[in-house]
């Protein structure tokens, strides 16, 4: 099995950047992929972005492409997401999660593995 830990969501201003932390354990070896997804108030899951944990390609939701960056330490089974320039409507609970397969990544059933989110809140 795969455990999912996050961190650093938190409250900042419009134009900001914030970094999202994700540590991975457990059968890491079963990773082919991770991704990060956001849920707003009302609203259904929708993909950020995601990386393939052995090569590195990424893919990213156009609402976010050119703005955030996600990346990955395979050493430290840790995955990031760099948030810049920031807007209220980023503002969301956003999960880590991890894939055993890296197909169809922008569907939330293509993984696994869910961490608990972490509250994402930008003022305006």
């Known amino acids: 099995q795969v455990q999912l830990v996050e961190s650093g969501g938190g409250l900042v201003q419009a134009g900001d950047s914030l970094r999202l932390s994700c540590a991975a354990s457990g059968r890491t070896l079963s990773i082919d992929a991770m991704g990060w997804f956001r849920q707003a108030p009302g609203k259904e899951r929708e993909f950020v972005a995601a990386?393939?944990?052995?090569?590195?390609?990424?893919l990213y939701a156009d609402s976010v492409k050119g703005r955030f960056t996600i990346s990955r330490d395979n050493a430290k089974n840790m995955v990031y997401l760099q948030m810049n320039s920031l807007k209220p409507e980023d503002t969301a609970v956003y999960y880590c999660?991890?894939?055993?397969?890296?197909?169809?990544?922008?569907?939330?059933?293509?993984?696994?593995?869910w961490g608990q989110g972490t509250q994402v809140t930008v003022s305006s």
């Open positions: 990386i393939s944990w052995r090569g590195g390609s990424t």
């Open positions: 999660a991890a894939s055993p397969r890296g197909l169809r990544l922008p569907a939330a059933r293509s993984y696994d593995y």
